[in-house]
Protein backbone atom coordinates (compact mmCIF):
# COMPACT_ATOMS: atom_id res chain seq x y z
CA UNK A 1 0.00 0.00 0.00
CA UNK A 2 1.69 3.26 -0.68
CA UNK A 3 1.66 5.92 1.84
CA UNK A 4 -1.05 8.40 2.88
CA UNK A 5 -0.09 11.73 3.75
CA UNK A 6 -2.86 14.30 4.33
CA UNK A 7 -1.76 17.61 3.50
CA UNK A 8 -2.47 21.31 4.86
CA UNK A 9 -4.59 21.90 1.81
CA UNK A 10 -6.65 18.85 2.05
CA UNK A 11 -7.23 19.50 5.72
CA UNK A 12 -8.95 22.61 4.62
CA UNK A 13 -10.53 21.70 1.67
CA UNK A 14 -12.61 18.76 3.24
CA UNK A 15 -12.98 21.37 6.30
CA UNK A 16 -14.92 23.78 3.95
CA UNK A 17 -15.78 21.46 1.19
CA UNK A 18 -14.48 23.40 -0.90
CA UNK A 19 -10.92 24.33 -2.27
CA UNK A 20 -9.10 24.58 -5.50
CA UNK A 21 -11.39 23.35 -8.28
CA UNK A 22 -14.40 22.18 -5.89
CA UNK A 23 -16.63 25.16 -7.88
CA UNK A 24 -14.87 24.18 -11.29
CA UNK A 25 -15.60 20.88 -11.90
CA UNK A 26 -16.33 20.26 -15.65
CA UNK A 27 -18.63 17.61 -16.88
CA UNK A 28 -18.51 13.43 -17.36
CA UNK A 29 -20.42 11.00 -17.82
CA UNK A 30 -22.75 9.66 -14.80
CA UNK A 31 -20.66 6.61 -13.12
CA UNK A 32 -22.05 3.10 -12.96
CA UNK A 33 -23.56 2.09 -9.60
CA UNK A 34 -20.97 -0.63 -7.53
CA UNK A 35 -22.44 -3.77 -7.89
CA UNK A 36 -21.04 -7.23 -7.63
CA UNK A 37 -18.14 -8.52 -5.68
CA UNK A 38 -16.32 -5.93 -2.79
CA UNK A 39 -13.18 -5.14 -2.05
CA UNK A 40 -10.42 -5.54 -4.56
CA UNK A 41 -12.13 -7.93 -6.86
CA UNK A 42 -14.68 -5.33 -6.96
CA UNK A 43 -12.32 -2.38 -7.16
CA UNK A 44 -10.81 -4.11 -10.16
CA UNK A 45 -14.08 -4.75 -11.87
CA UNK A 46 -15.04 -1.35 -11.36
CA UNK A 47 -11.62 -0.01 -13.51
CA UNK A 48 -12.63 -2.33 -16.41
CA UNK A 49 -16.22 -0.58 -16.30
CA UNK A 50 -14.89 2.71 -15.85
CA UNK A 51 -12.29 2.68 -18.74
CA UNK A 52 -15.22 2.82 -21.70
CA UNK A 53 -16.57 6.06 -20.12
CA UNK A 54 -12.72 7.41 -19.70
CA UNK A 55 -11.94 6.94 -23.63
CA UNK A 56 -15.68 8.34 -24.41
CA UNK A 57 -14.01 11.47 -22.43
CA UNK A 58 -11.56 11.38 -24.69
CA UNK A 59 -8.67 9.42 -22.76
CA UNK A 60 -6.60 6.78 -24.61
CA UNK A 61 -6.15 3.12 -23.91
CA UNK A 62 -2.41 3.92 -23.91
CA UNK A 63 -2.87 6.92 -21.15
CA UNK A 64 -5.03 4.17 -18.90
CA UNK A 65 -2.52 1.30 -19.40
CA UNK A 66 -0.20 3.53 -18.02
CA UNK A 67 -2.32 5.17 -15.30
CA UNK A 68 -4.02 2.07 -13.95
CA UNK A 69 -0.52 -0.57 -14.12
CA UNK A 70 -0.35 -0.71 -10.27
CA UNK A 71 -3.46 0.79 -9.31
CA UNK A 72 -5.34 -1.05 -6.15
CA UNK A 73 -7.93 -0.42 -3.82
CA UNK A 74 -6.26 2.26 -1.35
CA UNK A 75 -8.42 1.25 1.77
CA UNK A 76 -6.50 3.80 4.05
CA UNK A 77 -8.08 6.42 1.72
CA UNK A 78 -11.64 4.77 2.68
CA UNK A 79 -11.14 5.38 6.35
CA UNK A 80 -9.92 9.03 5.78
CA UNK A 81 -12.66 9.63 4.29
CA UNK A 82 -15.42 8.67 5.82
CA UNK A 83 -13.20 9.81 9.55
CA UNK A 84 -15.67 12.75 11.05
CA UNK A 85 -13.96 14.83 13.73
CA UNK A 86 -16.11 15.14 17.09
CA UNK A 87 -14.38 18.84 17.65
CA UNK A 88 -13.55 21.40 15.86
CA UNK A 89 -10.89 24.19 16.53
CA UNK A 90 -12.26 27.87 17.25
CA UNK A 91 -11.12 30.44 14.80
CA UNK A 92 -8.14 31.29 17.12
CA UNK A 93 -6.67 28.04 17.72
CA UNK A 94 -6.62 27.52 13.68
CA UNK A 95 -5.18 31.05 13.30
CA UNK A 96 -2.50 30.88 16.10
CA UNK A 97 -1.07 27.53 13.92
CA UNK A 98 -1.78 29.11 10.32
CA UNK A 99 0.29 32.69 11.20
CA UNK A 100 2.32 30.94 13.64
CA UNK A 101 6.11 33.16 14.17
CA UNK A 102 7.55 30.16 12.71
CA UNK A 103 5.36 30.58 9.42
CA UNK A 104 6.27 33.80 9.41
CA UNK A 105 9.63 34.05 9.38
CA UNK A 106 9.91 31.23 6.77
CA UNK A 107 7.46 33.18 4.80
CA UNK A 108 9.27 36.13 4.69
CA UNK A 109 12.14 33.79 3.58
CA UNK A 110 10.34 32.76 0.79
CA UNK A 111 9.60 36.41 -0.55
CA UNK A 112 13.41 36.72 0.11
CA UNK A 113 14.66 33.43 -2.36
CA UNK A 114 12.02 33.77 -4.82
CA UNK A 115 11.84 37.55 -5.33
CA UNK A 116 12.72 38.07 -8.75
CA UNK A 117 10.22 35.68 -9.84
CA UNK A 118 7.56 36.66 -7.45
CA UNK A 119 8.01 40.30 -8.55
CA UNK A 120 7.14 39.12 -12.12
CA UNK A 121 4.00 37.18 -11.20
CA UNK A 122 2.27 40.05 -9.36
CA UNK A 123 3.74 42.23 -12.30
CA UNK A 124 1.94 39.62 -14.59
CA UNK A 125 -1.38 38.78 -13.12
CA UNK A 126 -1.95 41.58 -9.73
CA UNK A 127 -1.98 39.66 -7.28
CA UNK A 128 0.11 40.47 -4.35
CA UNK A 129 3.14 38.65 -3.90
CA UNK A 130 2.61 38.20 -0.03
CA UNK A 131 -1.06 36.65 -0.38
CA UNK A 132 0.56 34.33 -3.25
CA UNK A 133 3.09 32.91 -0.86
CA UNK A 134 0.73 33.25 2.23
CA UNK A 135 -1.36 30.42 0.24
CA UNK A 136 1.79 28.07 -0.26
CA UNK A 137 2.37 28.20 3.32
CA UNK A 138 -0.97 27.58 4.16
CA UNK A 139 -1.65 25.27 1.93
CA UNK A 140 1.85 22.66 1.68
CA UNK A 141 3.98 24.76 4.43
CA UNK A 142 6.05 25.97 1.45
CA UNK A 143 6.20 22.71 -0.22
CA UNK A 144 7.35 20.76 2.98
CA UNK A 145 3.94 18.57 2.78
CA UNK A 146 3.08 18.29 -0.94
CA UNK A 147 1.26 14.85 -0.08
CA UNK A 148 2.78 11.33 -1.37
CA UNK A 149 -0.35 9.84 -2.42
CA UNK A 150 -0.96 8.11 -5.69
CA UNK A 151 -3.18 10.12 -7.07
CA UNK A 152 -4.71 7.77 -9.75
CA UNK A 153 -5.23 5.27 -7.10
CA UNK A 154 -6.96 7.39 -4.41
CA UNK A 155 -9.48 9.02 -7.42
CA UNK A 156 -9.81 6.20 -8.02
CA UNK A 157 -10.49 4.41 -4.77
CA UNK A 158 -13.45 7.72 -3.28
CA UNK A 159 -14.88 7.02 -6.97
CA UNK A 160 -15.38 3.31 -6.27
CA UNK A 161 -16.57 3.44 -2.56
CA UNK A 162 -19.74 5.89 -3.69
CA UNK A 163 -19.92 8.46 -1.09
CA UNK A 164 -18.97 11.47 -3.75
CA UNK A 165 -18.36 8.88 -6.52
CA UNK A 166 -19.90 11.20 -9.16
CA UNK A 167 -17.11 14.11 -8.24
CA UNK A 168 -14.48 12.06 -7.58
CA UNK A 169 -14.60 10.33 -10.74
CA UNK A 170 -14.77 13.97 -12.63
CA UNK A 171 -11.32 14.85 -10.66
CA UNK A 172 -9.96 11.20 -12.29
CA UNK A 173 -11.11 11.65 -15.31
CA UNK A 174 -9.34 15.25 -15.27
CA UNK A 175 -6.15 13.98 -13.66
CA UNK A 176 -6.16 11.32 -16.66
CA UNK A 177 -6.34 14.51 -18.78
CA UNK A 178 -3.08 15.92 -17.09
CA UNK A 179 -0.91 12.90 -17.60
CA UNK A 180 -2.34 12.63 -21.23
CA UNK A 181 -1.12 16.47 -21.79
CA UNK A 182 2.34 15.24 -20.22
CA UNK A 183 2.47 17.72 -17.49
CA UNK A 184 3.22 14.93 -15.28
CA UNK A 185 3.87 10.78 -15.12
CA UNK A 186 1.15 8.94 -13.52
CA UNK A 187 3.78 7.61 -11.06
CA UNK A 188 4.77 11.59 -10.18
CA UNK A 189 1.00 12.46 -9.77
CA UNK A 190 0.97 12.62 -6.36
CA UNK A 191 -0.67 14.50 -3.53
CA UNK A 192 -3.08 14.79 -0.65
CA UNK A 193 -5.32 11.73 -0.20
CA UNK A 194 -8.51 13.47 -1.51
CA UNK A 195 -6.78 14.65 -5.11
CA UNK A 196 -5.47 17.87 -4.28
CA UNK A 197 -2.16 18.18 -5.51
CA UNK A 198 1.37 20.31 -5.08
CA UNK A 199 2.75 23.23 -3.85
CA UNK A 200 -0.49 25.08 -3.49
CA UNK A 201 -2.90 21.97 -3.97
CA UNK A 202 -5.07 22.26 -6.61
CA UNK A 203 -7.64 19.77 -7.61
CA UNK A 204 -7.18 18.59 -11.17
CA UNK A 205 -10.65 20.31 -12.79
CA UNK A 206 -8.57 23.53 -11.42
CA UNK A 207 -5.48 22.71 -12.53
CA UNK A 208 -7.14 22.00 -16.23
CA UNK A 209 -8.39 25.11 -15.45
CA UNK A 210 -6.05 27.61 -14.59
CA UNK A 211 -2.58 26.11 -14.53
CA UNK A 212 -0.07 27.60 -16.17
CA UNK A 213 3.57 26.76 -17.85
CA UNK A 214 5.90 30.10 -16.20
CA UNK A 215 9.07 28.67 -16.52
CA UNK A 216 8.65 27.82 -19.94
CA UNK A 217 9.52 24.24 -20.19
CA UNK A 218 6.70 22.67 -21.92
CA UNK A 219 4.75 21.22 -18.91
CA UNK A 220 2.63 22.77 -16.29
CA UNK A 221 4.59 21.43 -13.35
CA UNK A 222 2.76 21.78 -9.76
CA UNK A 223 4.74 19.13 -8.20
CA UNK A 224 8.61 19.42 -8.24
CA UNK A 225 10.89 20.89 -6.22
CA UNK A 226 10.68 23.87 -8.01
CA UNK A 227 7.32 25.72 -6.84
CA UNK A 228 7.78 28.48 -10.03
CA UNK A 229 4.18 27.12 -11.96
CA UNK A 230 2.67 26.39 -8.81
CA UNK A 231 3.18 30.00 -7.53
CA UNK A 232 2.14 31.68 -11.28
CA UNK A 233 -1.15 29.21 -11.62
CA UNK A 234 -2.10 30.37 -8.00
CA UNK A 235 -1.57 34.02 -8.99
CA UNK A 236 -3.87 32.98 -12.14
CA UNK A 237 -6.66 31.29 -10.43
CA UNK A 238 -6.85 33.84 -7.72
CA UNK A 239 -7.36 37.20 -10.86
CA UNK A 240 -9.43 34.84 -12.99
CA UNK A 241 -11.77 34.63 -9.69
CA UNK A 242 -12.00 38.43 -9.21
CA UNK A 243 -8.84 39.89 -7.34
CA UNK A 244 -8.90 43.39 -7.92
CA UNK A 245 -5.28 44.61 -8.61
CA UNK A 246 -4.15 47.37 -5.68
CA UNK A 247 -6.93 46.54 -3.16
CA UNK A 248 -6.92 44.82 0.16
CA UNK A 249 -8.31 41.32 1.37
CA UNK A 250 -9.57 43.38 4.47
CA UNK A 251 -8.46 44.58 7.96
CA UNK A 252 -9.30 43.96 11.63
CA UNK A 253 -11.35 47.25 12.95
CA UNK A 254 -13.00 48.09 15.57
CA UNK A 255 -16.76 48.74 16.11
CA UNK A 256 -17.97 51.81 17.49
CA UNK A 257 -20.53 51.04 21.14
CA UNK A 258 -24.38 50.81 20.32
CA UNK A 259 -23.09 49.73 16.53
CA UNK A 260 -25.89 47.65 14.62
CA UNK A 261 -25.28 44.05 14.41
CA UNK A 262 -28.02 43.94 11.83
CA UNK A 263 -25.25 44.99 9.72
CA UNK A 264 -23.17 41.85 10.24
CA UNK A 265 -22.29 39.47 7.70
CA UNK A 266 -20.60 38.70 4.08
CA UNK A 267 -24.35 39.34 2.83
CA UNK A 268 -24.22 42.72 3.80
CA UNK A 269 -22.25 44.90 1.42
CA UNK A 270 -22.14 48.34 2.81
CA UNK A 271 -20.42 51.60 1.86
CA UNK A 272 -16.82 52.16 3.79
CA UNK A 273 -17.85 55.54 4.40
CA UNK A 274 -20.76 54.40 5.57
CA UNK A 275 -19.04 52.31 8.52
CA UNK A 276 -16.33 55.30 9.15
CA UNK A 277 -19.17 57.74 9.72
CA UNK A 278 -20.41 55.28 12.23
CA UNK A 279 -17.25 55.04 14.39
CA UNK A 280 -15.72 51.94 12.61
CA UNK A 281 -11.85 52.08 12.39
CA UNK A 282 -8.95 50.07 11.57
CA UNK A 283 -7.09 48.70 14.71
CA UNK A 284 -3.10 50.40 13.19
CA UNK A 285 -4.56 53.32 12.15
CA UNK A 286 -4.86 53.00 8.59
CA UNK A 287 -7.83 54.40 6.45
CA UNK A 288 -10.50 52.33 5.54
CA UNK A 289 -10.48 51.56 1.83
CA UNK A 290 -12.87 52.44 -0.48
CA UNK A 291 -15.50 51.21 -1.96
CA UNK A 292 -17.83 48.70 -0.26
CA UNK A 293 -17.26 45.88 2.06
CA UNK A 294 -18.66 43.68 4.85
CA UNK A 295 -18.28 43.15 8.78
CA UNK A 296 -17.16 39.85 9.57
CA UNK A 297 -17.47 38.38 13.51
CA UNK A 298 -15.71 34.82 13.00
CA UNK A 299 -15.40 34.66 16.46
CA UNK A 300 -18.37 36.22 17.39
CA UNK A 301 -18.75 39.64 19.45
CA UNK A 302 -16.50 39.04 21.82
CA UNK A 303 -13.86 38.92 19.26
CA UNK A 304 -11.74 40.34 16.41
CA UNK A 305 -13.92 42.31 14.06
CA UNK A 306 -12.77 42.31 10.31
CA UNK A 307 -13.84 44.99 7.47
CA UNK A 308 -13.76 42.31 4.32
CA UNK A 309 -13.57 43.49 0.63
CA UNK A 310 -14.02 41.76 -2.86
CA UNK A 311 -10.59 40.34 -2.34
CA UNK A 312 -11.44 38.30 0.36
CA UNK A 313 -14.40 36.81 -1.91
CA UNK A 314 -11.34 35.81 -4.71
CA UNK A 315 -9.51 33.98 -2.34
CA UNK A 316 -12.85 32.83 -0.91
CA UNK A 317 -12.81 31.13 -4.40
CA UNK A 318 -9.80 28.94 -3.51
CA UNK A 319 -11.29 28.03 -0.37
CA UNK A 320 -14.77 28.96 1.06
CA UNK A 321 -13.73 28.18 4.90
CA UNK A 322 -14.09 32.20 6.35
CA UNK A 323 -10.60 30.59 8.97
CA UNK A 324 -9.03 30.02 5.90
CA UNK A 325 -9.65 33.38 3.83
CA UNK A 326 -8.20 35.15 7.64
CA UNK A 327 -5.66 32.84 7.70
CA UNK A 328 -4.59 33.85 4.35
CA UNK A 329 -5.13 37.46 4.66
CA UNK A 330 -3.46 37.83 7.83
CA UNK A 331 -0.01 35.54 7.25
CA UNK A 332 0.29 37.89 3.87
CA UNK A 333 -0.44 41.20 6.32
CA UNK A 334 2.19 39.81 8.64
CA UNK A 335 4.64 39.00 5.76
CA UNK A 336 4.16 42.62 4.87
CA UNK A 337 4.98 43.80 8.40
CA UNK A 338 1.88 44.35 9.84
CA UNK A 339 1.21 43.70 13.13
CA UNK A 340 -0.95 41.02 15.02
CA UNK A 341 -4.25 40.88 15.60
CA UNK A 342 -5.18 42.75 18.60
CA UNK A 343 -8.42 41.77 19.16
CA UNK A 344 -8.25 37.82 19.62
CA UNK A 345 -9.89 36.79 23.46
CA UNK A 346 -8.22 36.00 26.57
CA UNK A 347 -10.13 33.04 27.02
CA UNK A 348 -12.54 32.35 24.27
CA UNK A 349 -15.36 29.50 24.09
CA UNK A 350 -14.79 26.62 22.94
CA UNK A 351 -16.21 25.49 19.23
CA UNK A 352 -19.24 23.08 19.70
CA UNK A 353 -18.88 19.28 18.96
CA UNK A 354 -20.52 18.58 16.53
CA UNK A 355 -23.64 16.30 18.43
CA UNK A 356 -24.07 19.75 20.52
CA UNK A 357 -24.68 21.32 17.24
CA UNK A 358 -26.99 19.74 15.87
CA UNK A 359 -28.72 19.76 19.42
CA UNK A 360 -27.80 23.40 18.54
CA UNK A 361 -30.16 23.24 15.75
CA UNK A 362 -32.67 21.07 16.53
CA UNK A 363 -33.56 23.38 19.90
CA UNK A 364 -33.94 26.42 17.96
CA UNK A 365 -35.88 25.04 15.55
CA UNK A 366 -38.26 23.91 18.28
CA UNK A 367 -38.21 27.34 19.78
CA UNK A 368 -39.61 28.88 16.59
CA UNK A 369 -36.44 29.98 14.73
CA UNK A 370 -36.04 27.13 12.00
CA UNK A 371 -32.53 26.29 10.90
CA UNK A 372 -33.90 24.24 7.57
CA UNK A 373 -32.62 20.98 8.82
CA UNK A 374 -30.02 20.11 12.01
CA UNK A 375 -26.83 18.48 10.37
CA UNK A 376 -24.13 20.00 12.46
CA UNK A 377 -23.11 22.03 9.46
CA UNK A 378 -23.65 25.95 11.02
CA UNK A 379 -24.50 27.66 7.97
CA UNK A 380 -26.09 30.75 6.64
CA UNK A 381 -29.60 29.48 8.16
CA UNK A 382 -28.52 28.65 10.88
CA UNK A 383 -27.08 31.42 12.03
CA UNK A 384 -29.87 33.86 10.71
CA UNK A 385 -31.96 31.42 13.15
CA UNK A 386 -29.25 32.68 15.96
CA UNK A 387 -29.46 36.13 15.25
CA UNK A 388 -33.18 36.38 15.26
CA UNK A 389 -33.60 34.05 18.54
CA UNK A 390 -30.56 36.35 19.89
CA UNK A 391 -32.90 39.55 19.09
CA UNK A 392 -35.98 38.05 20.93
CA UNK A 393 -33.98 37.21 24.00
CA UNK A 394 -31.88 40.57 24.32
CA UNK A 395 -28.74 39.48 23.75
CA UNK A 396 -26.09 40.47 21.01
CA UNK A 397 -27.50 39.31 17.78
CA UNK A 398 -23.91 37.98 16.65
CA UNK A 399 -25.29 35.07 14.99
CA UNK A 400 -22.55 33.31 16.73
CA UNK A 401 -23.20 29.73 18.08
CA UNK A 402 -21.16 29.09 21.51
CA UNK A 403 -21.58 27.04 24.52
CA UNK A 404 -23.27 29.56 26.31
CA UNK A 405 -25.53 30.26 23.71
CA UNK A 406 -27.02 26.31 23.91
CA UNK A 407 -27.24 26.03 27.58
CA UNK A 408 -29.44 29.53 27.26
CA UNK A 409 -31.43 27.41 24.66
CA UNK A 410 -31.31 24.22 27.26
Given at each position: MRKVLMSVGAVALLSACAGPGIGNVTSSPAPVTRSGPVGEAGFQQWIT????????????????NRSFADVRLNTEVIRLDGRQS????????????AV?????????AMLARHATTLNAIE??????KEIVVAIWGMESNFGGNRGSTHLIESLATLAYEGR??????????????????GDVTPDNMVGSWAGAMGHTQFM??????YAVDWNGDGRRDIWSDDPTDALASTANYLARSGWQRGGIWGMEVTLPQGFDYGQVGKGTRIPTSALSAQGVRSVDGRSLPGGEGSILLPGGAQGAAFLIMPNFRAIEKYNAADSYVIG???LADRLKGLGPLRGVPANPERALTRAESVELQERLTRAGFDTQGADGRLGPNTRTA???FQRRAGIIPDGFPSPTLLQRLR
Amino acid sequence: MRKVLMSVGAVALLSACAGPGIGNVTSSPAPVTRSGPVGEAGFQQWITAFRPRAERAGISAATLNRSFADVRLNTEVIRLDGRQSEFTKTVWDYLSGAVSPARVEQGRAMLARHATTLNAIEARYGVDKEIVVAIWGMESNFGGNRGSTHLIESLATLAYEGRRAEFFETQLIDALKIVQAGDVTPDNMVGSWAGAMGHTQFMPSSFLEYAVDWNGDGRRDIWSDDPTDALASTANYLARSGWQRGGIWGMEVTLPQGFDYGQVGKGTRIPTSALSAQGVRSVDGRSLPGGEGSILLPGGAQGAAFLIMPNFRAIEKYNAADSYVIGVGHLADRLKGLGPLRGVPANPERALTRAESVELQERLTRAGFDTQGADGRLGPNTRTAITAFQRRAGIIPDGFPSPTLLQRLR
